[in-house]
């Protein structure tokens, strides 16, 4: 999704702003511009469709000389991916020029009527509708560009996080956040702005994080001073980051999404630690402790998140009913935002977001919390926008997530919301002790499974070979596999474009099983579980159509391997917690599948990491 940087200081803003849009390229996107304000009191605007490298080449032989700017890269809502529509966007007296993430849901009628005052527009933005408010009612009212900002965002409806400079004022930006994310970086006589912290984390650690409704101005000299939309001043909160530059980078790995695959022992042991203690006898999450009468007192969970993490919450359904005892309803946020919920306050709805800035998430914490429901968040990024709109709420802790495939960042998730149910089945004593007992023992040995499980990597890497070219991929599983059948299904046709199903394996025989034939492969995820001698049946039933089976299955296992034309074994574990150790295998065959076809699996087509609009 879109990406703003901007920055005002003493060094060479050009390099900051590209190496910052570089940064901000794992949230996706198909265009990149840069507007640079030349100390001359010009502003020189260059922009390009495609990728950053783009921009850059075309930024050779400019004049790049200036010491603040802002810049952008655009995932295309209003109007088609291109240079025109690119931004920045000037204003018509060129005056001003500004960068614009999300959507202005009433830009047509402000574009009607700035049109019939006169103004013409050079792209079909909704941004371009933005700038040319701000400069009309600058003019107009004769005032200052803060004053014409406010005035124009009590206009606007819709969600934004804008960044705007002034020719005449080359040192300063006036940026500002409605739903959309804004982050400011102090440096020493130096600030920067980012849609998140990634573009400045290596200058400082000291970000301060806009709330919906503030206006930052940011200038050369001066403190960082936020006021509101009505001019009220706001409290500067700087919060200090985590995050290093090492994260940040590709270690040695091809790409991203391989890194982040290999990490999972890492990051998983980080998302447990401290949180499981006692030997395994004391499952603990700080989130959960604060809020334990409300769990006590649940009379329902509904669950809300999209995408992948829509994945990690069909298995959280399964996680809290069977540890926990309380019915989970597990709703996708956009849909559950506009179903008209039912809610009172002895419902919790549990929101899960890796990036914390999922618009439809996000709406559907707001309205679950103007409901009269306890919001608890689980989330990735620390400071983003869910974690500060819930009640309370866990990080999972796997460190920034860069390839645009979730991968890391689900194991993470379903480890949270595992620990989650085993502390509510803690405080509930829905589960004897010796059961918890049990799984906490089992769940701190899950980092060295998933490091014996990578090294499946070699023959999923050489089974990929086999199936580079299959048009079509059905995913089974039942029970907890069958959220990771989903999930499976969703990586493969996001990153290699081959579609792909995932089904609960039982239901197959409804409909789906017709497709089957020589040509199409099916993936089925059977560890040793309750449900295995069920699946058995649907694997004959794949066989007797001609259909290839590759299967997820436990070591040792000998019914379904004898069946199967190929077979990855990952070691057996309590049943509620196989969904992370079977998602490994399948990460990698779409990540080698997708490789072998040469797509760029970091930045797949049309996918932003971010998804920050409706
Ligand atoms: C798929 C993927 C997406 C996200 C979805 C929600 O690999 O990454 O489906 O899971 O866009 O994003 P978050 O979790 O940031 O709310």
């Known amino acids: 999704m879109c990406g703003i940087v901007g920055y005002v200081g003493d060094n060479n803003v050009y390099d900051i702003l590209i190496k910052g849009l570089h940064r901000l ?7 990149a511009g840069i507007a640079l304000a030349n100390p001359s009191g010009k502003i020189n605007i260059y922009k390009s469709q495609g990728k950053v490298s783009n921009l ?27 240079d025109n529509n690119a931004h920045p966007h000037f204003s018509e007296d060129g005056n001003l020029a500004l960068v614009h993430n999300g959507t202005i849901e009433n830009y047509q009628v402000i574009k009607d009527a700035l049109i019939e005052q006169g103004c013409t527009f050079q792209s079909e933005t909704d941004t371009e509708v933005l700038v040319q408010l701000i400069e009309y009612i600058k003019i107009k009212n004769n005032c200052n560009l803060l004053d014409a900002v406010r005035e124009a965002l009590k ?19 006036i940026a500002a956040r409605n739903s959309s994310p804004l982050a400011v970086g102090i440096g020493d006589n130096e600030t920067f702005l980012a849609s998140d912290a990634t573009p400045f984390i290596e200058y400082t650690k000291d970000a301060v994080y806009l709330k919906d409704g503030e206006i930052a101005i940011i200038e050369k000299g001066e403190p960082l001073k936020i006021v509101t939309l009505e001019n009220k001043e706001s409290k500067v909160d700087i919060t200090t980051l985590e995050m290093s530059i090492s994260q940040l980078e590709k270690g040695g790995y091809d790409h991203f999404m391989l890194k982040e695959i290999f990490e999972q022992p890492t990051t998983l042991r980080d998302c447990i630690r401290g949180r499981v203690i006692n030997n395994g006898c004391n499952i603990m999450l700080s989130g959960v402790m604060d809020s334990k009468e409300k769990f006590l007192n649940a009379k329902r969970i509904v669950i809300v998140a999209c995408g992948t993490s829509w994945h990690a919450a ?14 989970v309803e597990v709703e996708y946020a956009s849909e559950f935002r506009y179903s008209n919920p ?15 800035e999922t618009a439809d998430t996000l709406a559907a914490v707001k309205i679950a919390k103007d409901m009269g429901a306890y919001v608890y968040g689980i989330s990735n990024v620390v400071g983003s926008s869910i974690p500060r709109e819930t009640h309370s709420g866990t990080y999972i802790h796997v460190g920034p997530e860069i390839g645009v495939a979730s991968t890391k960042a689900f194991t993470g998730q379903v480890m949270v919301l595992t620990l989650l149910s085993l502390s509510i089945a803690q405080i509930k004593k829905t589960m004897p ?23 499946l990597n070699d023959k999923i890497e050489k089974l990929s070979m086999k199936y580079t070219y299959a048009k079509n991929f059905l995913y089974l599983g039942r029970g907890y596999s069958y959220p990771v059948a989903l999930e499976g299904a969703l990586k493969l046709k996001e990153i290699s474009y081959i579609h792909a199903e995932g089904y609960p394996a ?3 025989k409804h409909g789906p099983i017709a497709l089957i034939d020589a040509e199409m492969p099916s993936v089925i995820i059977a560890p040793m579980d309750h449900v295995y001698e069920k699946i058995v049946s649907n694997v004959q039933q794949v066989k007797a159509r001609g259909g290839s089976i590759i ?3 436990n070591e040792g296992d000998e019914i379904i391997s004898k069946m199967a034309d190929h077979v990855l074994e990952v070691p057996e574990m309590p049943e509620c917690l196989t969904p992370i150790i079977t998602s490994i295998p399948l990460q990698l065959l779409s990540y080698y599948i997708a490789i072998n076809k040469g797509k760029d699996v970091d930045m797949p087509r049309n996918l932003a990491k971010s998804v920050t609009v409706e």
């Open 314 to 327: 069909l298995l959280g359904k399964y996680l809290i009913q069977d540890n926990c005892k309380i019915p």
């Open 551 to 553: 299967a997820i299955v």
């Open 155 to 173: 206009q606007v409806v819709g969600a934004y996080a804008i960044a705007v400079i002034e020719k005449d004022n080359p040192d300063r930006i």
């Open 25 to 31: 390229e794992y949230r996706g996107y198909d265009s």
């Open 433 to 455: 002790y010796e059961k918890i007992c049990e799984l906490g023992k089992a769940i701190i040995k899950i980092p060295s499974i998933v490091q014996r499980v990578l090294k």
């Open 342 to 356: 039912i809610l009172d306050e002895r419902d919790i709805v549990i929101a899960i977001s890796q990036s914390g």
């Open 56 to 82: 850059e080449d075309f930024c050779k032989d400019k004049n790049l000389e200036a010491k603040s700017g802002i810049a952008h890269t655009r995932w295309a809502t209003h109007g088609e991916p291109s």
């Open 506 to 508: 039982a239901e197959m």
